[in-house]
Structures are given as C-alpha cells and as structure tokens.
C-alpha cells in the first residue's frame, strides 16, 4: 500500500509564484497541513515500525516528510527518491503565473490550466516528464517494503497517480493536488483521503 502526500504549502505557493525545483520554505499553514497529514496517517497506521518514507530530495518535500515521521512515529530515516522530484520549468521558475501569462503568450496558445506547465522553452514536457514519473513510480512499486508513505509534489502526484490507476493524459493533470488531503493508492486504486 501507499500513501501518496504532496508537501504542505510554501511561500511561492501562497504568491502563486513557480516553484519546479527552485526553493521555497513552508508557511506556517503548510506546517500545520503536515502535522494534519501525519495525525491522519497516524490513525490510519496500526504499526509505523512497518512502514517506509519516501520523499522527493526537494527541501520541502523533506520538511513534510519529516514532520509527518515524527508524528507517525517510523523509525526508518527518510529515504530519498530523485525520480519523484517536480516539473523543472527552467527559466519560468521563480515567476509569478500572471507574469508568464503576460510574458510568453505564443507559449501558452492552446494551453489549458493543467498542461500549461510543460509550455515551458527550456523545461520538461510531458513525455520527459511522465517517463521520469513512471520510472520513479516503478522504483517506488519495487521498493522492498510493502507500505510505503511517499513525498512528492502538485504536477508529480497527479502524473504518477495517473500512471498507476492508467489514466490518459488530460484526466491524469485535471486531477486535483491538495494539500489538506493524500491519496491511498492500492490495487490499482487512487483514493482520496481527508486530513483530520
């Protein structure tokens, strides 16, 4: 089984700026999503010492993957995956999504609000990016423990949440990517869970 969590919200988040593998910290209402996320898991967990955590290496993957052990209390370290890292939007990082609009309108011709991430010049597309997110999603199926709670990210969970349940390409990115729920991916399964 897995449980599959987006990290809490950051501070580009909150100013709707573009992240890809740029950082930023987490706000105070992205800690508390964390604490939420773990007290949740924690119900849902009988025994923690069964259970492996998997994160995204991106700094804010790793603080709600940290917060989240310390509430469930696994005594493994957190692992790190790469393959599970964010889009890379190149030079669109660090931008305001008005301001990318009002930039680079060609780019954006045609784009609906969920493929307009790999409209970026010198990012990702969406093959680079879904071959990364099914190999990362095969190392996360191949990992020696059977339950696993995994840290990614918004675009990374919808795309690896559509692989593993088979979607197509435009149901996969209209899914949503909260952070106040995760998902429990199962026999081929997405679920929505709630955080307490």
Request: hydrophobic share 40%.
């Amino acid at each position: 089984m897995i449980y599959l969590l987006r990290h809490g919200e950051t501070e580009f988040n909150r100013e709707t700026r573009i992240q890809g593998w740029m950082h930023s910290e987490l706000t105070p209402e992205g800690v508390e999503q964390a604490h939420a996320m773990g007290r949740t898991l924690r119900r849902l967990i009988a025994a923690p010492a069964d259970w492996a955590i998997l994160s995204s290496p991106q700094e804010r993957a790793l603080r709600t993957a940290a917060i989240v052990r310390d509430i469930v209390g696994a005594p493994q370290p957190i692992e790190t995956e790469p393959l599970i890292k964010e889009i890379t939007l190149g030079g669109w990082e660090g931008s305001l999504y008005e301001d990318i609009e009002a930039a680079f309108p060609q780019a954006l011709v045609g784009a609906t609000r969920y493929d307009r991430f790999f409209r970026s010049p010198d990012g990702e597309d969406y093959e680079t990016f879904a071959a990364r997110m099914r190999r990362g999603l095969e190392a996360i199926l191949a990992h020696p423990s059977p339950n696993l709670i995994v840290v990614s990210h918004g675009v990374a969970g919808r795309v690896m949440r559509g692989l593993y349940a088979g979607m197509g390409k435009d149901e996969a990115l209209r899914q949503e990517a909260p952070q106040d729920a995760f998902f429990r991916l199962q026999d081929g399964l997405v679920e929505r869970i709630a955080c307490d």
